[in-house]
């Protein structure tokens, strides 16, 4: 089945600054990859996703690249608000088969 | 709208004892998911319906958890004999007919807490 890896397990950036979370995929007919906030208490909220025929793709302060070659993906967020502090959770999914194969977070704090 | 909602939200219970969890998916959503989470982990794929089969349930991890979904909405997740380590987070997820259309909207969860 699937593996996702995603690192790194906690991140800490200043206010203003750029932040980086990869993740890799084991199986090559995953074809979709969303990005997820979640915050204390809530359930996972999609932020961003990615399908496997595009490379890049991006939204206001959010960008996901995607290497199919290489099985990787990361989202990256620029100018970082206390607001984004949060997990951070990729994912990998195959259309065809319907499960999400979840990483197990990144914990994101924006210090004011 | 309304989004997922997840009764009830906590539930406490006694090793040994049925638990049920009930999930409201978004009106109109064919597929919906059941995943588990455990603190400091993501979520873990248990079942998913399309409609009111269970089209994947590989992610169950014994026979003592079920679901059902019987009219194509609403959805049940029932724990018989539980034990302390199914303690975690529920959180169930639709989307408006999965494959393509496959976008996830989760609801907050159940934290179940078994003594």
């Known amino acids: 089945g699937e593996n996702v890896e995603q690192h790194p397990s906690t991140l800490s950036v200043q206010e203003g600054d750029s932040a980086v979370i990869k993740c890799t995929y084991s199986?090559?007919?995953?074809?979709?990859f969303p990005w997820y906030k979640q915050e204390l208490g809530k359930g996972p909220q999609l932020i961003i996703d990615?399908?496997?025929?595009?490379g890049e793709k991006k939204d206001q302060r959010i960008a996901v690249t995607l290497n199919k070659t290489a099985k990787h993906f990361s989202l990256h967020i620029t100018e970082t608000q206390p607001e984004d502090s949060a997990v951070y959770f990729c994912?990998?999914?195959?259309?065809?088969?319907?499960?999400?194969?979840f990483g197990d977070g990144t914990t994101l704090t924006v210090k004011p | 709208g309304a989004g997922v909602s997840q009764t009830p939200s906590n539930k406490v219970t006694e090793k040994g004892k049925y638990v049920e969890l009930r999930c409201d998916p978004i009106?109109?959503?064919?597929?919906l998911y059941w995943y588990r989470q455990s603190l400091g982990q993501g979520p873990e794929f248990l079942i998913y319906?399309?409609?009111?089969?269970?089209?994947?349930d590989s992610g169950l991890p014994n026979d003592r958890f079920f679901a059902v979904r019987p009219e194509g909405s609403v959805s049940t997740l029932k724990i018989q004999r539980t034990e302390r380590g199914d303690s975690a987070v529920y959180l169930c997820?639709?989307?408006?007919?999965?494959?393509?259309?496959?976008?996830?909207?989760f609801g907050p969860g159940t934290r179940l807490l078994v003594l």
């Open positions: 990615i399908r496997s025929n595009v």
């Open positions: 199986d090559s007919a995953s074809n979709y």
């Open positions: 994912a990998a999914l195959n259309t065809n088969a319907g499960k999400s194969t």
């Open positions: 997820a639709s989307s408006l007919n999965g494959g393509d259309q496959e976008t996830q909207y």
């Open positions: 319906f399309q409609g009111t089969g269970a089209a994947d």
């Open positions: 009106s109109g959503h064919t597929a």
